[in-house]
């Protein structure tokens, strides 16, 4: 199972149970920096700057920094078929909790 996925299912199972994505989170977050740490731990530096640092390790770079430059200053001001999904992700954020929850209804989400 992929990693998104696994994350993703993190984060779902800790809303269920907690009513909260803080406890998904800071699991999430922990594997992620336990991933790094396990591999400067079991692998040579030569070994991990080789084989994870490639070309295309660079032009993702590239084109992540690109897109962020580009769409700096986009807040999901104009309706479209795309941003409702940012409003949505937005209020997750702000609330801690899914876009149908009650305090969400209550506020100004819609």
Same mark, same amino acid.
């Given at each position: 199972? %992929?990693? &998104?996925?696994?994350?993703? /299912? +993190? ?6 149970? +907690? ?8 699991? $999430? ?9 396990? /591999? ?7 070994? &991990?700057? $080789?084989? #994870? ?10 084109? +992540? /920094?690109?897109?962020? &430059?580009?769409?700096?200053? #986009? ?7 795309? %941003? ?13 909790? +899914? ?7 209550? %506020?100004?989400?819609?």
């Amino acid at each position: 199972m %992929s990693a &998104i996925i696994v994350s993703t /299912l +993190f984060l779902y199972a800790s809303q269920m149970i +907690f009513k909260t994505f803080v406890p998904g989170v800071v699991v $999430d977050v922990f594997f992620a920096l336990l991933f790094p740490a396990y /591999l400067i731990v079991k692998r040579d530096l030569k070994e &991990i700057r $080789d084989s #994870y640092f490639s070309t295309g390790f660079y032009v993702f770079l590239g084109m +992540f /920094l690109l897109t962020v &430059i580009v769409d700096y200053g #986009y807040f999901f001001w104009h309706w479209d078929e795309l %941003s409702h999904w940012g409003m949505m992700v937005k209020e997750m954020f702000r609330t801690g909790r +899914f876009y149908t929850e009650d305090v969400c209804v209550k %506020s100004s989400c819609a």
